[in-house]
């Protein structure tokens, strides 16, 4: 009779499986600002500038490549707000196109605005939790 244990599994810091990032987790600590690993320290030195390191747990947030993803994030968001909702208006309502613009255009604005540091924030959770990038650390970019 044969065993399976002929072979054994010879664990070592290469094959034993990263520990687990919780993509939720990691979206929710950054749609609030918050550093994607402990949750604690600030994402964000600026309105969009990412922290160098999380002042709290270290970890290096230099990795993350947001990029203009969060910006296409918020524009494909408040689109799928906006529109719709001029449309349902203008169908049942038929406002003035004045009254309508000086609605739609600061509310787009004003939304876009306070949607991309949270947006962002959640970008670069998503790519800390995946390990996208720089943020593997068995596999560090150059
Ligand atoms: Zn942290």
Redo the contacts with the bound molecule.
Sequence with gaps: METASSHPIVWTPETAPASKRDVWTALKRGFRGR?P??G??KLFRSFLKVNAQ?P??G?DLTHHRADDLPAYLVIIIVGHVVVPLALMIETNYAPNVALQLAIYLPVTLVASLLLLQPVKGAVVGLQWALRMHGFDERNPEP
Excluded: A, D, L, S
Aim: aromatic residues 0%; hydrophobic residues 10%.
């Design positions: 550093c690993r402990c604690e320290g999380c709290v747990c970890q």
